[in-house]
Nanobody, 121 residues
Framework: QVQLVDSAGGLVQPGGSLRLSCAAS????????MHWVRQAPGKGLELISS????????YYADSVKARFTISRDNAKNTLYLQMNSLKSDDTAVYYC??????????????WGQGTQVTVSS
């Protein structure tokens, strides 16, 4: 069965850094695009980053570009999100998500359980 397990988030001061990881199993990890999605309090889902199956092509939302870096280690079936220069607006629940195969983040078929990231002084 497909599983996506998000690592723990945490409380970080503004300007700080945090790395999230997502351990994948139950599917051929290196055949799929992967995505990071977040949901801030009182807001809807926001796609913040995507990466192709080989880890070559990446996408970033303007809100995180130049601060966040998505990567993957296909040998370890793990997706990462390095978050730097964190702002209070980054406070959200963060989810990794598996692309359904159509390279459309709106059609992800599996999600991690989510992890809370709180940026506050």
């Amino acid at each position: 069965q497909v599983q996506l397990v998000d690592s723990a988030g945490g409380l970080v001061q503004p300007g700080g850094s945090l790395r999230l990881s997502c351990a994948a199993s139950g599917f051929t990890f290196n055949n799929y695009w992967m995505h990071w999605v977040r949901q801030a309090p009182g807001k809807g889902l926001e796609l913040i980053s995507s990466i192709d199956s080989a880890g070559i092509i990446t996408y970033y939302a303007d809100s995180v570009k130049a601060r966040f870096t998505i990567s993957r280690d296909n040998a370890k079936n793990t997706l990462y999100l390095q978050m730097n220069s964190l702002k209070s607006d980054d406070t959200a629940v963060y989810y990794c998500a598996k692309d359904g195969g159509g390279r459309n983040p709106d059609e992800c078929d599996y999600w991690g359980q989510g992890t809370q990231v709180t940026v506050s002084s």
